[in-house]
């Protein structure tokens, strides 16, 4: 893209030089084949972006294991059960945040913008 400089002709003592960048591309696209690049698209940023629910729930699960102590009973269950039971879903959690973040880190060169215009553009 060129810019060009042209004189000012407005009258206006305020402008000395006006600078025009309104060249653009165009780029022709069937309303199915932009569809079906989205549809692609879409779900791969969402799938990259999984990894903040199994972080939440695992910080979560951090904080209450080391804030309690399991002291009581609580629902029939006993305090050595509930202790397993959330041991067991923070290592889940902990699993389930690995596989987010490797997603993650796969998805991240086809989730940006750029990778979109130029699938869009046919340049891939």
Partial sequence: MTSAATNNNTGSEFVNVEYANVKSDLIHITDDKLRNILNEFIPNVKKSNDWVTPFSIDLTLLITFLTTDFSND???????????????????????????????????????????????????
Wanted: hydrophobic share 55%.
């Fill in 74 to 124: 609580f629902l029939g269950i006993s305090k050595s059960i509930w202790s397993v039971i959330f041991i067991i879903v923070f290592i889940v959690s902990l699993v389930w945040l690995f596989i987010s973040i490797t997603n993650y880190y796969k998805l991240k060169k086809v989730t940006k913008i750029e990778f979109l215009i130029d699938k869009i553009k046919n340049k891939n």
